[in-house]
């Protein structure tokens, strides 16, 4: 089992910035690839982008490609997404969670999910 919690979440205007953090416990947290994914009102949970174990490669999604960043720091079990040049349809909430490849794109392809934190863009 893995536990995840997320955290820095918030409000903020368009063109702000957000980091969130994911602070991991449980199994070695090193052996997982990581995800972000978000869920507006009324619509499905889509992939925001993924980190791998500890190459730190990543992969983003096209709608947040040049303002999203993933990074984790595996010496103190966390994931991070910065967050920029935030737009209203960044509007969601947020949720990591871990897997075996950072190839994986649909949530059904992560195995443990931490509660998630809204962030909300006012225009």
């Known amino acids: 089992q893995v536990q995840l919690v997320e955290s820095g979440g918030g409000l903020v205007q368009a063109g702000g910035s957000l980091r969130l953090s994911c602070a991991a416990s449980?199994?070695?947290?090193?052996?997982?690839?990581m995800g972000w994914f978000r869920q507006a009102p009324g619509k499905e949970r889509e992939f925001v982008g993924a980190?791998?174990?500890?190459?730190?490669?990543?992969r983003y999604a096209d709608s947040v490609k040049g303002r999203f960043t993933i990074s984790r720091d595996n010496a103190k079990n966390m994931v991070y997404l910065q967050m920029n040049s935030l737009k209203p349809e960044d509007t969601a909430v947020y949720y990591c969670?871990?897997?075996?490849?950072?190839?994986?794109?649909?949530?059904?392809?992560?195995?443990?999910w931490g509660q998630g934190t809204q962030v909300t863009v006012s225009s």
């Open positions: 969670a871990a897997g075996d490849s950072y190839y994986r794109t649909r949530p059904d392809e992560y195995d443990y």
């Open positions: 980190i791998t174990r500890s190459l730190g490669n990543t």
């Open positions: 449980g199994r070695t947290f090193s052996n997982y690839a």
